[in-house]
């Protein structure tokens, strides 16, 4: 099945989605991580979309959505997220983030629990208790690493980490000139974590009240304390790790993690 594209626009910022069908279908809302696109859950979307409705977001600040929006806080990326719901009458979705995109997800599901049927966080959490106050600059850093410009799709490949995750962010590069570039800009990347540096989100983690589901990496990306209270202060939350991959396994073993999720899927009520 291919997907068609989709555009909602909420306060003048466009947000374009991919629309992967089977409407009346369960939908599912997939939101990628800081700097990603909508495509890196092509292949875990065609494998779920003959049995739901799946829809992934280029948030605000990436892919083909708007590219320089002034409001980056987390409340606008949780407002783009319900805005997507509703003019896409996606009726109490499933929403599935990674990394960034799900501590958006877990955001919308803990503000309009109503809403939500159930979440999946994908190497995503609320933060610690002590975050880094250097993330935002660490960041900034990895992102001045990176050519303004790949000569070839293999340069970028090659450059973003090789094998399925070095194709995966390469998808996500624009041509101009015949040549590959970021298709975000660097500050709307940063100051979209300028919040995540300042405080911990483990108040509103408790306001979460659907089924939820959490599937790390051996990346440590998520601290161990940091699972271990999340955890302790919802111990209904179903977790799980997969072996031997990074911080980007949706990339790394699709399969794996839409058997993961597939088997939350058919357990919810």
């Given at each position: 099945m291919a997907w068609c594209e989709r555009v909602v626009v909420r306060d003048g910022v466009r947000l374009v989605c991919r629309d992967w069908g089977?409407?009346?279908e369960q939908p599912i809302v997939f939101l990628h991580g800081l700097a990603g696109h909508a495509g890196e859950w092509d292949v875990l979307a065609r494998m779920l979309s003959c049995r739901y409705r799946v829809v992934a977001v280029d948030q605000?600040?990436?892919g083909a959505s708007e590219r320089l929006p002034r409001d980056v806080s987390r409340a606008a990326y949780v407002a783009d997220v319900i805005a997507v719901v509703d003019q896409l009458a996606l009726q109490r979705p499933v929403l599935v983030g990674q990394s960034l995109g799900g501590h958006t997800a877990m955001l919308a599901a803990a503000a309009h629990p109503g809403l939500v049927r159930a979440l999946a966080l994908v190497e995503a959490g609320p933060g610690g208790p002590d975050p880094n106050p250097h993330g935002p600059v660490d960041i900034g850093r990895w992102l001045d690493s990176w050519p303004t410009?790949?000569?070839?799709?293999?340069?970028?490949?090659?450059?973003?980490?090789?094998?399925?995750?070095?194709?995966?962010?390469?998808?996500g590069l624009e041509e101009r000139d015949g040549r590959l570039g970021p298709r975000f800009n660097r500050d709307v990347m940063v100051r979209s974590l300028a919040e995540n540096a300042q405080r911990s989100f483990l108040r509103e983690w408790t306001q979460v009240d659907c089924p939820t589901l959490v599937v790390l990496a051996q990346?440590?990306?998520?601290?161990?304390?940091?699972?271990?209270?999340?955890?302790?202060?919802r111990p209904s939350t179903t977790s799980m790790s997969i072996p031997a991959t990074g911080h980007?396994?949706?990339?790394?073993?699709?399969?794996?993690?839409?058997?993961?999720?597939?088997?939350?899927?058919e357990g919810l009520a």
């Amino acid at each position: 099945m291919a997907w068609c594209e989709r555009v909602v626009v909420r306060d003048g910022v466009r947000l374009v989605c991919r629309d992967w069908g089977r409407s009346g279908e369960q939908p599912i809302v997939f939101l990628h991580g800081l700097a990603g696109h909508a495509g890196e859950w092509d292949v875990l979307a065609r494998m779920l979309s003959c049995r739901y409705r799946v829809v992934a977001v280029d948030q605000r600040g990436h892919g083909a959505s708007e590219r320089l929006p002034r409001d980056v806080s987390r409340a606008a990326y949780v407002a783009d997220v319900i805005a997507v719901v509703d003019q896409l009458a996606l009726q109490r979705p499933v929403l599935v983030g990674q990394s960034l995109g799900g501590h958006t997800a877990m955001l919308a599901a803990a503000a309009h629990p109503g809403l939500v049927r159930a979440l999946a966080l994908v190497e995503a959490g609320p933060g610690g208790p002590d975050p880094n106050p250097h993330g935002p600059v660490d960041i900034g850093r990895w992102l001045d690493s990176w050519p303004t410009h790949f000569p070839s799709r293999e340069a970028a490949v090659a450059f973003l980490g090789g094998g399925p995750v070095g194709e995966g962010w390469a998808a996500g590069l624009e041509e101009r000139d015949g040549r590959l570039g970021p298709r975000f800009n660097r500050d709307v990347m940063v100051r979209s974590l300028a919040e995540n540096a300042q405080r911990s989100f483990l108040r509103e983690w408790t306001q979460v009240d659907c089924p939820t589901l959490v599937v790390l990496a051996q990346s440590s990306f998520i601290p161990a304390q940091e699972v271990d209270e999340m955890l302790r202060l919802r111990p209904s939350t179903t977790s799980m790790s997969i072996p031997a991959t990074g911080h980007d396994l949706h990339l790394e073993q699709p399969a794996v993690l839409h058997a993961a999720l597939l088997d939350f899927l058919e357990g919810l009520a």
